[in-house]
Every structure is written in C-alpha cells, then in structure tokens.
C-alpha cells in the first residue's frame, strides 16, 4: 500500500459557522466551511487540497456538461453522546462509488484517496456536524469529466470534490405513492444501479407528472405485465407482508443502498424474516385484499425510512394500515439511529469514528 500522500489545507479566513442556527437546518442549502478537490490528470488521481468552499471556474465545453460523466454519493455523519463524530458505513459508500464510477467509465481511485480525504475534511469541519437530536452533516462526495473540449468522447481529466452541510431531522408525512406503469427509471444493462446524475434528470419528469396528480412520488417498476417493483422515488422499497419484510432482489435496475443493507442486516439481527425477491402489482392487490399488507417504505440516507400510506395501482387507491410509532420498520429505524449515536454496539463496524 502507498503511504497516504499529504493534504494541502488552505482555511478559511471568513467561517460561517456563526451564521447557523443549528434549531432550524433546511434541507441541502448550507454548506460548511471547505471542501476538498482532487484532479485526475495524465492517468492518476493527483493530491487532494481543502479549500474554503466556493464556486469552481469551469469551460463551457467541460465534458461533464455535455455528455454526463457524472457521479456522486450521499452519506452522513453525526455527533456521538461522547462528543465524538462517526461517519456512517464508509466503505460500503466507498465500493459503490467505485461500482458507478466504473459504469461511467470514469478512472477508479483508490480507498485510501477517498477516505483520507474523507476523514481529513471532516475533522477539520468537525463543528459543523449539529448535535441536536436527528440532525446530521450531509457529505456529498462527487466526480465529473472536467477536460474541456466538445467532442463525444470518454474525458481523460476529471474532478473529484467533497463537500458537507448541515442538515435537520428529516419529517415526511407518510407517502401517497403510484406505481408508475408508464415511465421506467432503468432498464436492465442501463444505468440504473450506479449512482449517476442521469439518472435523477431522467426521473424528474415522471415524478413532476405524479405529484401534479396529487402523488407524492412514484413507485417504479421493471416495466413487465406484473409490474414488479423496483424502487420508490430515488429511495430503495420494502414491504411488510404478514410479517417478513419483502423488498426486491439488487439487479442493475435497482440502485444497492446503504440504507437497506444496514436494515436488511438490523432485521435479521432482530429476528425479522426478511425475504429478497421480486414483489409486482399482484400480489400487493391480493395482499391488501387479505388485510396482509402491514407497512410499506422508503430507506434512503436522507430520510433513514419514508412510511407510505397510499399505494395507487392503474388508477386505484389501496390504503394501508396507519403508520404508528409501533411499525416494526421505525424499530429498525430507532435502532439504526442508536447504533450511529454510540447508544448501541456497533457490531458491524459501520462508524469510522473521528477525535475532533
Ligand atoms: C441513493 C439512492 C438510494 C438510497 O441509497 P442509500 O445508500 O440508502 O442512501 C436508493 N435509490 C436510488 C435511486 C438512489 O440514488
């Protein structure tokens, strides 16, 4: 292994920390202090620098732009009781960045290059992570085709930045969701598990149809005649039926969350069964007949878990149970939370734990 090359830190003269009322943290406006960026030029990921965060100067024929070599992920970290900051499951974010990476053609880096960078970031904007309860820092690792010229081509320089913000306790409302029969997120052998910007563009449409009809998102399918079900918004789905949690099988369809693999875990640790296989349009009708349909949700690192109420299949409502603080998927939820705080054992080794 080589030795971790050393990070240039230039700080800020002007923090905005002061400016931050850390009771009422919007979701995705403030950013913290600095971030950090690294080139990959002449085939190797150069050092990375901390700057203070601030626009970059960009050509109008940087690739990214045009041809979409883009690739981000999203991940969170906390105040533990102790005082002490853990980033959530670093390197499962770290292998699938690598895994959309390779589908965006774009060059791979290595763990250690992320996660110093990583690490070293977030210290140095320890202050920024809120410690009020349900609050996190929001990390948004990215990288994008940054050569400059317009030809249709794979780019050979890219820019890798992370940068952080502050983030509240994230309510929804449970969901009113419709199981979209019309418009696809992702096609087998297409994009659809790699976490790219693509993606979220080629979903915004369908969605903004949805919510006009009185949707909060849709639910997206692989488009057979069963309509089997993929995904919920960008959030991967799971469903209570008779007490196993269904949720369907990863393929290249389905985005590989953190979110559910952390629940499927935290259910099989709690002696929840917990099957992965396909679930369509069908059997969530018969189950909802049979008064088998206990709870349906979203997991995703923004919300932890989105409870859904209301699940439209071809034009009809099938309304579930009403969601109460028993759901057993708010159990995991709690427990996921604890788990992040230090309020449980961390068995897994999920948290990389940071001294500020
Ligand atoms: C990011 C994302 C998820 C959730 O993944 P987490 O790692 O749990 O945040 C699910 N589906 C899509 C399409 C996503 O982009």
């Not at 990288?143 to 930045?161: H, L, N, P, Q, T």
């Amino acid at each position: 292994m080589i030795a971790t090359e050393k990070i240039m830190i230039e700080k800020t003269k002007n923090s905005r920390l002061g400016e931050v009322d850390f009771n009422h943290l919007p979701f995705g406006s403030i950013m913290s202090d600095h971030m950090l960026v690294s080139d990959y030029i002449d085939g190797e990921w150069g050092s990375s620098s901390i700057i203070p965060f601030g626009n970059i100067a960009m050509s109008p024929t940087m690739l990214a732009l045009h041809y979409g070599q883009i690739v981000f992920e999203g991940m969170k970290a906390f105040k533990m009781k102790d005082g002490s900051i853990s980033i959530f499951r670093v390197e499962k974010h770290y292998d699938r960045f690598c895994k959309s990476m390779e589908r965006m053609c774009i060059p791979a880096m290595s763990f250690d290059h992320f996660n110093e960078a990583l690490k070293t970031l977030i210290k140095l904007d320890a202050a920024w992570v809120p410690g009020t309860e349900g609050s996190s820092l929001y990390i948004r690792p990215f990288v994008f085709a940054s050569e400059e010229r317009f030809g249709v081509k794979v780019a050979e320089e890219y820019k890798f930045i992370i940068f952080s913000g502050p983030v509240g306790p994230y309510y929804s409302n449970p969901l009113k969701v419709k199981v979209e029969d019309k418009y696809r997120r992702a096609a087998r052998g297409g994009t659809g598990s790699a976490k790219c910007a693509g993606n979220y563009g080629g979903a915004f449409y369908p969605s903004s149809l949805a919510r006009k009809e009185g949707f909060d998102q849709v639910l997206w399918t692989d488009g057979s005649a069963d309509l089997n079900i993929e995904e919920s918004g960008t959030m991967n789905v799971m469903f209570m039926i008779n007490d196993v949690f269904v949720t369907p099988p990863l393929s290249d369809s389905i985005l590989d969350g953190v979110t559910r693999d952390s629940f499927i875990t935290i259910a099989k640790d709690m002696g929840i069964k917990i099957e992965e296989r396909k679930i369509g349009a069908p059997e969530l009708i018969s189950a909802h007949e049979k008064g088998i349909l206990q709870e349906a949700f979203g997991t995703g690192t923004a919300a932890v878990v989105a409870p859904i109420q209301v699940i439209n299949i071809k034009g009809k409502d099938y309304t579930l149970p009403t969601v109460k603080d028993s759901n057993v998927a708010l159990k995991i939820k709690q427990r996921l939370l604890d788990i992040r705080l230090g309020n449980a054992p961390d068995k897994n080794n999920w948290n990389t734990i940071i001294k500020p």
